[in-house]
């Protein structure tokens, strides 16, 4: 059994999943491999302090749901980011703020130290907010998966259920949208970026 | 494809961040897990002798035949199976969610045995020690986003087992203690929705503790009134409705019943005793988990109150929650 473990850690995410069904312990190696992005997730969604309890919630109804998963062969993020989805909008309406967007902005990341950066980043905030707010939840969610959680075009495409080119419309009207309701925007973005930590600003593709 | 960066996706980034992950969060999630595995394993433990049993009944059975088809069709019960199927539909149902102008409607019409004693019939001339009607009504749920519920109820009237039972009644004024024929309407603000778990293991605990333990009924009826509650005319989520279908099917002596439709609605029962008479306890889930109808009788006549076999103590039909606009029936 042991031996099959640690053969286990070189299976897909799907094998993975498949086996668990008989052998449910194979499903802490999903919890392994994607704990971390699941709990940044959460906490870019709902805060550090609630990102917990969401991001536990995602795993368990995973683990729940295991034997339908019908997700990516390689990964199942985009599977538990769906899962994520419905968890973040029953905890914002347990929390009676289903009408606001669950995404958490902080004025103080990454750019403490520059007084500047601050005010830049406190007054596009509520300019941002305010342009995601006017999108549509299917093209806000398709910005968002991209930009932040660091999906590819097939993961955004397999998590939110579309055909990959439909990403790729979504995501230029998003962003058309969000630029035309941010006056300067990319003025203030290169200013905010540059104090971001080294590594942020690498690509994908 | 060109994934292209984009001076919005670098604003997006810059100002949620990369939030910085605690290992104790990470621990804490595989705690979690750990937890479910540990009851998985459990249930699938209480299962196996049980299964073994059937699988060696199955086997003898094959060689009898001989064939295998049995064993293959003994591993799990047609009542289990199906609720499975059911609790699956369950879990892929979208939750109803609704706005603040919104309500979740639920609707039932019920019929209820009632008892009397002689006593309670003042000078009314009886024969019998008990009179013993039913109570038809119907019952409208709204529920608020906000957590308040309105509950009307509409008592329509009594059915007797004979015309003396119906002249007694009438006499005695049970109809004006009944309120035939009228409407109440109840609001109740705020009642503190009931907070059930998911996990199996930690509902099947609650389950237990809610069961009614001086009725005289099996463990088995006590645990079904109980889980049957949670999915009754309440607004509950998917999963919850799937994990409370997953214990039900791992009760002893549930029955499936064929239906023309052999999903919508699934029909079940479990044989029981109260008092010396055997009963029923008959339920329908439709294909994505509602429970659509309930039934208790008893299958022998209850010569204790004059009750004729096939007689109901209760019986409801349910609708399936619908989303309305207004506090009026749609």
Known sequence: MVQDRLDATTLSDADVIAASSDD????????????????????????????????????????????????????????????????????????????????????????????LDRVIAASVIPELRRALALLSEQDRETLLLFALDGLTYSEVAASLGIPPGTVGSRLTRARNEVRAQVPDLEHKASLLVISLPEGKEEDRG | ??????????????????????????????????????????????????????????????????????????????????????????????????????????????????????????????????????????????????????????????????????????????????????????????????????????????IRTRMAEDRGLPETVEYLAVALNIIREVYITPELRAATLRLIANLDGLNHEPTDSEIDPAAFHIDYTDQGILSRFTFRIDGQGYLRFEERLNLEADTRFGVPAHTPTFRAEYTRPTIAGSLQTP
């Not at chain 2, 540990?38 to 009944?57: C, H, S």
């Not at chain 2, 001339?125 to 009607?133: A, G, I, K, M, T």
């Not at chain 2, 024929?181 to 930690?202: F, I, K, N």
């Open chain 1, 24 to 115: 449910p312990d194979l499903f802490r190696l999903i919890v392994s491999r994607y704990g971390e992005a699941v709990l940044k997730y959460a906490a870019r969604r709902v805060g550090a302090q609630d990102a917990r309890d969401v991001a536990s919630e995602v795993f368990l109804r995973g683990f729940r749901l295991r034997n339908r998963y019908e997700g990516l062969r390689e990964t199942c993020l985009p599977w538990l980011y769906r899962i994520a989805r419905n968890v973040v909008g029953e905890w914002l309406k347990k929390a009676n703020r289903s009408d606001e967007i669950a995404l958490v902005l902080h004025s103080s990341v990454g750019f403490e130290d520059e007084v």
């Open chain 2, 1 to 206: 494809m060109a994934e292209d960066r984009h001076p919005v996706d670098e604003l997006l980034r810059a100002l949620a961040g990369d939030p910085q992950v605690d290992p104790a969060d990470l621990a804490h999630i595989q705690g979690r897990i750990d937890a479910a595995i540990k009851t998985e394993k459990k249930v699938r433990q209480r299962r196996r002798p049980r299964t073994r049993v059937l699988m060696w009944a199955a086997a003898v059975a094959a060689v009898i035949v001989g064939t295998s088809v049995i064993l293959q069709t003994a591993r799990v019960s047609p009542a289990a199976a199906t609720l499975e199927e059911i609790a699956r539909a369950a879990e892929a149902t979208d939750p109803l969610t609704i706005t603040d102008a919104e309500f979740l409607y639920t609707r039932s019409e019920t019929q209820a045995r009632s008892v009397v004693p002689k006593a309670g019939l003042g000078d009314v001339p009886y024969e019998r020690d008990s009179l013993v009607y039913l109570l038809s009504s119907t019952r409208e749920t709204w529920f608020g986003s906000d957590g308040t519920v309105q509950i009307r109820t509409t008592v329509h009237d009594a059915s007797f087992l004979t015309d003396e039972d119906e002249a007694a009644y009438y006499a005695a004024g049970l109809d004006q203690q009944d309120n035939l024929a009228t409407t109440e309407t109840l609001t109740v603000s705020d009642p503190g929705r009931e907070e059930w778990p998911t996990d199996p293991g930690q509902l099947d605990q609650t």
